[in-house]
C-alpha cells in the first residue's frame, strides 16, 4: 500500500508475511514435480499465481501442478511445495563478456567509464531444467542518466515466462540488483577488477544479448523421493500431504518402498495425514492389489495415517487444444483442497464426504456397480462418484487401516487437531522443575484444549466429564520415576462412533515432547 506524505515523497507499506501456524490443520504438502523451482526446497504459496511464480506455469509433463490447481480450486488456502527432480538436472545458462581487459585494466573500447567490478559474468537460471533454455536476457548500458551515473538495464524474456525488467541499475550492483529475479542469477567470473580500472573511456552506450542454453530436466528417482519425504517431515505446519506425480516416476516396487517411507514419517508425528493415488490407470481389482500389498508389507498402524480415493479425475487442460481438452490425473490434489475447505467450514473432526469437486469434469473411469460395491466393501478405499445433477462427489472417510481406533478420517484428524494444540500448551513446560506445579500447569493447559474441542462439536457426550479425562498425578508419575520426565495421560471420546482415543504425553528435560498413541 502507498500513501502520499510530503510533495514529491511517498511512503510505501509492505504488510508483513504471513508466519506458518503449526495449529493449522487445513495446510497441504505436495512432493512432485514442477516446471521450476528449487530442487528439495520448500517453498510456501497462498494462491494459485503464487504457484505459478514460485514454479512456473505447466508444461504438460508432470501431474502436481494440475493437483495443486485442483487444491485451490477447491478451497485449499495455504500449501508446501517440494520440488522433486534427479540430480543429473542442470541449469541454462550463459557467459556475458563485459569487455576485454589488460593487466593494467580494462582493454580499449572497453564500457571502462561504467564502474563494472567484473568484465565476465555467468548468466545462470535460477532452478535447472529445460524451461529456460532459449531464454534472452537483453543489457543495456548508458553512460550518462537523468540522475548523471552510469546506469544499467537488464531484459529477461523466459519462454512461457512474464518478462522481468530491471532498469537503472548502477553497474557495480548489478549481480545483486538482479538476484531478485525469478528466473536468473549473475555469477562473477574472475577477480574483481582493481579500483582505479573505471576511467573516463570506452562507448557511451553498449548492449549485449545473451542467449541461455544447456538446460536438462532429469526424472526423480527414489533417493529423491526420500529426500522430499524428509523434508516435509521437518515442516511443522503440513497436516496433510501428497505425492501426485509418485505413480509414474518410480516402478512398482519404488513406489510402495516410497508410500511405506512417507507413512513412517507422517505416522509418529501424529499430526498429518497422507493422501495417497493408486497406481495410474489401475482397475478396481489393481487397486485393491496395491492396498493389499501396503498391507502385506508394511505395519497396519501406519496405514491408518493414510487415505486412498479411486479413481482419479478428468480436468480441463489449457495445453490439450481442441483434439485433448482434458486430461487425467490424480484425485488427491483436488481432494486435499476439499479438506482443506471443509476444515475451515466444519472444522478436522467433520468427515470429508459428500461433498462436490470443483474444477474436476469427469471421473478417469466409470466403475460399474459391481466394482463400487466391492471396494466399498473392502473398507479402505474412499470412492469419487458422479451423482446426476450433483456433479463429482466424495464418498467414504476411512483410512487405509483395518483396525478400529484407525479406521475413519475424522478421528485421525480430531487426534492430529489435539496434538497440535497439546504441542503449543506443553512445549514450553519441557524446562520446568517436574513436581505438583508443573503437573497441575500442565492439566491445565491440556484440559482447555479438550473443553474447546467439546465446545465446537468435536467430542461426544453432554458434559466434559464424559467427553474426555487428564490424568497427570501421582498414579501415572510414581516417586521412583525417572524425575527429568512427566506423563500425562489423556482420553478422549470423539463425537461419533462413541470410541475413547487414548493418549500418552511424555514431558522430558532430556528428550523434550513426545505424543504417544496408546
Known amino acids: 500500500m502507498t500513501v502520499p506524505s510530503l510533495p514529491g515523497v511517498t511512503l510505501s507499506v509492505e504488510p508483513p508475511p504471513a508466519l506458518p501456524d503449526p495449529l493449522r490443520t487445513d495446510v497441504a504438502a505436495f512432493l512432485g514435480r514442477t516446471t521450476r523451482g528449487p530442487v528439495g526446497v520448500p517453498v510456501r504459496v497462498e494462491s494459485l499465481n503464487e504457484v505459478l511464480l514460485a514454479c512456473g506455469a505447466p508444461d504438460g509433463t508432470a501431474e502436481m501442478p494440475y493437483a495443486l490447481r485442483g487444491f485451490f480450486a477447491n478451497g485449499g488456502r495455504t500449501a508446501w511445495v517440494i520440488r522433486v527432480a534427479g540430480p543429473e538436472a542442470v541449469a ?4 556475458w563478456t563485459v569487455g576485454e581487459t589488460t593487466a593494467a585494466g580494462w582493454a580499449p573500447g572497453a564500457p571502462a567509464r561504467g564502474g563494472f567490478r567484473h568484465a565476465a559474468y555467468r548468466v545462470v537460471a535460477t532452478s535447472p531444467g529445460d524451461w529456460a533454455t532459449n531464454t534472452r536476457v537483453s543489457i543495456r548500458f548508458r553512460a550518462s542518466s537523468l540522475a548523471g551515473r552510469p546506469v544499467v538495464s537488464v531484459r529477461v524474456t523466459a519462454p512461457g515466462e512474464p518478462a522481468e525488467t530491471f532498469g537503472e541499475l548502477p553497474p557495480a550492483e548489478i549481480a545483486e540488483r538482479v538476484a531478485v529475479s525469478r528466473l536468473i542469477r549473475l555469477e562473477p567470473l574472475g577477480d574483481p577488477l582493481p579500483n582505479g580500472a573505471t576511467a573516463a573511456t570506452g562507448p557511451l552506450s553498449a548492449s549485449w544479448e545473451v542467449v541461455l542454453d ?21 515442516l511443522p505446519e503440513p497436516a496433510l500431504v501428497a505425492m501426485p506425480d509418485l505413480g509414474g516416476d518410480l516402478t512398482e516396487a519404488e513406489r510402495d518402498e516410497a508410500v511405506l517411507a512417507l507413512l513412517g514419517a507422517v505416522a509418529p508425528l501424529h ?8 497406481p495410474p490407470g489401475a482397475s478396481a481389482e489393481e487397486t485393491l492389489d496395491w492396498v493389499r ?8 498402524e501406519l496405514l491408518g495415517a493414510a487415505v486412498a480415493y479411486h479413481p482419479g479425475v478428468l480436468v480441463p487442460d489449457p495445453l490439450g487444444g481442441v483434439s485433448r481438452p482434458l486430461r487425467a490425473v490424480p484425485a488427491s490434489g483436488h481432494v486435499l483442497g476439499l479438506i482443506a475447505r471443509l476444515d475451515g467450514e466444519r472444522g478436522a473432526h467433520h468427515t470429508p464426504a459428500n461433498a462436490v469437486l470443483l474444477d474436476a469434469v469427469d471421473l478417469r473411469s466409470q466403475l460399474p456397480e459391481p466394482q463400487q460395491v466391492r471396494l466399498f466393501a473392502e473398507g479402505s478405499i474412499n470412492l469419487l462418484r458422479c451423482a446426476p445433477g450433483r456433479g463429482l462427489l466424495v464418498w467414504g472417510g476411512r483410512t487405509l487401516s483395518d483396525r478400529p481406533g484407525s479406521r475413519y478420517i475424522a478421528h485421525r484428524r480430531l487426534l492430529h487437531l489435539l496434538v497440535r494444540a497439546i504441542r503449543r500448551v506443553a512445549d514450553p513446560l519441557v524446562f520446568d522443575v517436574n513436581g505438583p506445579e508443573l503437573r497441575l500447569a500442565l492439566v491445565r493447559g491440556v484440559t482447555s484444549v479438550l473443553l474447546a474441542a467439546f465446545r465446537a462439536g468435536a467430542l461426544a457426550g453432554s458434559r466434559a466429564e464424559q467427553a474426555f479425562r487428564v490424568k497427570c498425578d501421582g498414579s501415572n508419575n510414581p516417586d521412583d520415576q525417572d524425575p527429568g520426565l512427566v506423563t500425562c495421560d489423556i482420553e478422549v471420546a470423539p463425537a461419533s462412533p462413541m470410541e475413547f482415543i ?3 504425553l511424555v514431558l522430558g528435560q532430556d528428550r523434550g515432547l513426545e505424543v504417544l498413541e496408546a
Open 92 to 95: 541454462a545458462a550463459a557467459e
Open 214 to 234: 544447456g538446460g536438462e530436466n532429469a526424472p526423480p528417482r527414489a533417493l529423491d523421493y526420500a529426500a522430499a519425504i524428509e523434508a516435509q517431515a521437518n
Open 271 to 278: 499430526d498429518r495425514l497422507a493422501v495417497l493415488d493408486p
Open 293 to 300: 500389498r501396503l498391507l502385506d508389507t508394511g505395519d497396519p
Open 502 to 504: 487414548r493418549l500418552r
